[in-house]
């Protein structure tokens, strides 16, 4: 175990909430800091940097989908979204802007601690099947490099969130083969069954990465519907896979 803390920052309005995670994060590990309302979520971010936002929607002065919008700019940095119970257009738009995945209020604790490790341990795992040893694969006019984590489109580097990455590299290693919602939930969110249900997740996330690297995102060449499956990436032959 490295001796680096990951650093969390908690971003809620609600100060018994603020305080409760707090706790209950640093006591697992985790260096925690906290802001009360949006505008002090985004000085808060530049000033600490940290590894992973868990951000409440309906907040004071800027809500949750403004600092989501903002910190998107300028940031990769994995963000946690709190929304409403039942709700589910907020968590479709905060999905949309860039968050990587949600936990509903009322939530327990213990849920959004296994959301929070989960998220922050697919910047760890390296290794795909199907991958070149040398992390680079080239197809059409896209460089996926899985060492950096970087994608370019031509000479234009695609700026992806880290499960928008772990999405493609999960269907780029296993190229021309389908996954089903399920498993990409399981594979990449480590969603237990129970959340399975939770499926926008993914088709969000998928639409996202049409939009970042196909051509025509309405008629997607790279990332396939697989009718009543799920997705696939189109199968890249040997000579595509070589750096």
Excluded at 49 to 66: A, F, S
Excluded at 131 to 160: A, F, M
Aim: charged share 30%; hydrophobic share 40%.
């Amino acid at each position: 175990m490295e001796s680096h803390k990951e650093k969390i920052l908690v971003v809620d309005d609600e100060a018994s909430i603020r305080r409760i995670l707090e706790t209950r994060l640093s006591m697992i590990g985790y260096e925690v800091v906290t802001a009360a309302d949006g505008e002090e979520a985004i000085e808060t971010f530049r000033k600490e940097v940290p590894d992973l936002v868990v951000l409440d929607v309906m907040m004071p002065k800027l809500d949750g989908y403004g600092v989501c919008q903002e910190l998107r700019k300028e940031s990769d940095v994995p963000i946690i979204m709190l929304t409403a119970l039942g709700d589910v257009a907020d968590r479709i738009t905060g999905l949309e802007l860039g968050a990587d995945d949600y936990v509903v209020k009322p939530f327990s604790p213990k849920e959004l601690e296994a959301r929070i490790r989960s998220v922050l341990r697919r910047f760890d795992r390296n290794g795909t099947s199907g991958i070149p040893s040398s992390g680079v694969i080239h197809i059409n006019n896209i460089k996926i490099d899985t060492n950096k984590r970087q994608v370019y489109k031509g000479d234009e580097r695609i700026r992806l969130t880290g499960m928008e990455f772990s999405l493609l590299e999960l269907l780029v290693g296993k190229s021309g083969e389908a996954f089903s919602r399920s498993d990409i939930l399981q594979e990449v969110w480590g969603y237990t069954p129970e959340r399975h249900v939770d499926t926008r997740v993914v088709d969000v996330h998928i639409s996202r990465l049409r939009a970042k690297l196909e051509e025509d995102p309405s008629n997607p060449e790279l990332i396939l519907t697989a009718r009543g499956t799920g997705y696939l990436f189109q199968r890249i032959v040997e000579a595509g896979a070589e750096a």
